[in-house]
T-cell receptor
Framework: GIQVEQSPPDLILQEGANSTLRCNFS?????LQWFHQNPWGQLINLFY???GTKQNGRLSATTVATERYSLLYISSSQTTDSGVYFC????????FGPGTSLSVIP | DSGVTQTPKHLITATGQRVTLRCSPR?????VYWYQQSLDQGLQFLIQ???????AKGNILERFSAQQFPDLHSELNLSSLELGDSALYFC???????????FGPGTRLLVL
């Protein structure tokens, strides 16, 4: 079946720093989403991005479907960005990556 | 608030018991997904329903079953519960078959 990998597994940032999270997938997919799970466990949709680039405030995402990867950019990070970031792909079923755990320290 | 509701928020039960988790999708959404999140397995897709019909199946155990009703709410039934079934169970909904998913707050299940 399709494999989804995320890197890095863990990331610690100083407030105000920028970061790039990566999601690699092993086969063509129908769609791709990025989610943020906050420290209270809530899963929040960030982007639905099967291809191309989208921006929402300090966050942006790019998916290059032909090369089977997606990137999530976080600029000017804030402590509220802490949590786990997941990418999820839809193949014949939904497959989540293992996540990147982000800690933003003041 | 995603617009997806799940009940109950917390559930504590004993091994061998049966529980039912309920999910109401966002207004107008036809697809409902169920997920299990545990510390050792991560987020696992269980099953998807679309407009009342089973659409895709993931790592759902035979002891688990689900259905989507005519009013589009969904229930996940977990039976013969084991300690390893303790997890956070999420429901998500989307408008169509492969569109943006919105997650509910989850049901935290503890099996003692």
């Amino acid at each position: 079946g399709i494999q989804v990998e995320q890197s890095p597994p863990d990331l610690i940032l100083q407030e105000g720093a920028n970061s790039t999270l990566r999601c690699n997938f092993s086969d063509s997919v129908n769609n791709l989403q990025w989610f943020h799970q906050n420290p209270w466990g809530q899963l929040i949709n960030l982007f639905y991005i099967p291809s191309g680039t989208k921006q929402n405030g300090r966050l942006s995402a790019t998916t290059v479907a032909t090369e089977r990867y997606s990137l999530l950019y976080i600029s000017s990070s804030q402590t509220t960005d802490s949590g786990v970031y997941f990418c999820a792909v839809l193949y014949d079923k939904v497959i989540f990556g293992p996540g990147t755990s982000l800690s933003v320290i003041p | 608030d995603s617009g997806v509701t799940q009940t109950p928020k917390h559930l504590i039960t004993a091994t061998g018991q049966r529980v039912t988790l309920r999910c109401s999708p966002r207004s107008g959404d036809l697809s409902v997904y169920w997920y299990q999140q545990s510390l050792d397995q991560g987020l696992q897709f269980l099953i998807q329903y679309y407009n009342g019909e089973e659409r895709a199946k993931g790592n759902i155990l035979e002891r688990f079953s689900a259905q989507q009703f005519p009013d589009l709410h969904s229930e996940l039934n977990l039976s013969s519960l084991e300690l390893g079934d303790s997890a956070l169970y999420f429901c998500a909904s989307s408008a169509g078959l492969a569109e943006t998913q919105y997650f509910g707050p989850g049901t935290r299940l503890l099996v003692l």
